[in-house]
């Protein structure tokens, strides 16, 4: 697929937080990565508000473990309380992402250079990201490199399938649909073989509202820099 790159991401700890259990200050981790989390991730790698980035599919290397830590977290009212956090323990993924321009920004057309993009994400996912790379949230802390997706073995390579039920999908912003409201996307996704295929967001059939907002406001040469000059920065005479 055009504008893709591929890269294995890993760390000691994950939390990619199943909502429903934040409720009573509690965290219980997902078994696998949402595709926004994911999304996150490629961001960090390298993001323009000029481009989307689609998750095309994760491969699970390592078995899925859990393990429970308590934290004491800051407390809104001051000093801090008690939590049990359920964290995945040991993970590793390899992702496979591509670009597309986003077109609800018309006001950035000037920066849609799709060689320029492709050749400077490619040498941040070299360079392990160009911002610090999180598994889900700040105290997991993740490292990136280049790999060619499917090399290695899986510890799921020879299960057939795994159903993981109704679970996040993602958010939808304004920014990247044209509507002024954020939304959330729910799926079923299941495992095969070690690896999960992500639907595009706009074929996902659950999505619900949940409040409005509006875009962020981005100008070439003010508060964004174009790629030409990005790309000058990174590859000089090259």
Not at 43 to 59: F, L, N, Q, V
């Amino acid at each position: 697929m055009r504008n893709q790159i591929e890269f294995e991401i890993y760390g000691n700890y994950a939390l990619f937080t199943d909502p429903l259990m934040k409720l009573g200050g509690e965290k219980l981790t997902y078994q696998i990565p949402t595709y926004q989390a994911l999304k996150g991730i490629v961001e960090s790698i390298y993001w323009k508000p000029s481009i989307i980035w689609y998750i095309d599919e994760i491969r699970v290397m390592n078995p899925i473990r859990m393990e429970s830590k308590g934290i004491r977290p800051l407390d809104y009212g001051g000093g801090n309380t008690l939590a049990n956090y359920t964290y995945l323990r040991d993970v590793r993924y390899q992702v496979r992402a591509h670009f597309e321009f986003n077109y609800n920004r018309k006001d950035l057309e000037g920066d849609f250079n799709e060689h320029k993009h492709h050749n400077i994400a490619k040498r941040c996912v070299k360079a392990g990201g160009r911002r610090d790379v999180y598994l889900g949230t700040r105290e997991c802390q993740a490292y990136v490199v280049p790999c060619n997706f499917n090399e290695g073995k899986s510890y799921y390579d020879a299960i057939e399938e795994i159903h993981f039920g109704t679970m996040i999908h993602g958010i939808n912003y304004p920014d990247e649909t044209g509507k002024k409201e954020m939304e959330v996307r729910l799926w079923q996704p299941v495992m095969r073989q070690g690896i999960i295929q992500f639907k595009r967001p706009e074929e996902c059939s659950l999505v619900r509202p949940i409040r409005e907002y509006q875009t962020k406001k981005f100008t070439l040469h003010e508060n964004m820099q174009p790629v030409e000059s990005l790309y000058d920065d990174l590859f000089g005479g090259e």
